[in-house]
């Protein structure tokens, strides 16, 4: 995991970036908010901990900035005692969370795989198609069913995505030829029925409902009985 840690005072810094490496995480440490900003053009990082007081831009209006190009990274912003109302405004200019110092270092590691933690729970959840007891990992490309795991071939994966993200919607041959095949539907021949039959052999055998239904003369159907 890799952070930008951006702090002025090199005592504070030094606290956290040790800490962290201690936990395996990679910290790279800029001092000011312009440095920051262009460390962070330049470099990917998984979170951002960001002081307020800087010797040029706030940290609140580093985080603005960041913001306005980048709405996912964890931000952390770490505040002074005596100035608790940069915390309101802290949080108004997108920061996730904020930390009051002087503070423990066990505290900012809490607060750090949090955030962390729901950042993962995000992506997670993009990456999943679901439908009745139907789910499509669209990342790893792998199918479950009820629990079950289904193994399909590209075509039939790129088949039931089309379903998947159209649900109780008719799909026609002429759409699903375009979409899975990338071709013109040619009347001749029935293989998009016989690739739906496929589909349906491995994600209806053994369970106990039919999920793609034929619409006559029309095409396909995704849907509940
Ligand atoms: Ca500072």
């Known amino acids: ?31 000011d908010g312009l440095s920051a ?6 470099n990917s990082f998984d979170l951002l901990i960001l002081d ?19 709405t996912e990274i964890p931000l952390l912003m770490l505040t002074a005692l005596d100035n608790v109302d940069s915390k309101v ?11 009051v110092k002087p503070f423990h270092f066990n505290e900012l590691l809490a607060r750090m795989e949090a955030l962390l933690r729901r950042a993962r729970k995000d992506t997670d959840q993009l990456q999943i198609l679901a439908f009745a007891d139907l789910k499509l990992n669209t990342w790893d490309k792998t199918a479950e069913r009820a629990g079950v795991q289904i193994s399909l071939t590209a075509k039939e994966y790129s088949l ?11 799909l026609s041959r002429e759409y699903i ?11 001749g021949t029935n293989f998009i029925d016989v690739y739906v039959n496929y589909l349906r052999k491995k994600i209806e055998k053994g369970f106990n409902s ?11 159907i995704l849907k509940e009985q």
């Open 160 to 170: 039931l995505e089309l379903f998947m993200l159209h649900p109780n919607k008719t």
């Open 1 to 31: 995991m890799k952070v930008l840690l951006v702090e002025d005072e090199p005592k504070v810094a030094a606290f956290i970036s040790k800490g962290l490496e201690e936990c395996d995480y990679q910290v790279t440490i800029a001092r």
């Open 210 to 220: 039919k999920l793609i239904f034929t619409i006559i003369n029309m095409g396909y």
């Open 52 to 70: 307020v007081m800087l010797p040029d831009i706030s940290g609140i209006e580093l985080c603005r900035i960041i913001r306005k190009s980048n």
């Open 177 to 187: 030829a375009e979409k899975v095949w990338g071709i013109g539907f040619d009347t």
């Open 89 to 99: 405004t802290g949080l108004q200019a997108g920061a996730d969370d904020y930390l």
């Open 37 to 42: 900003k262009r460390v962070f053009d330049t």
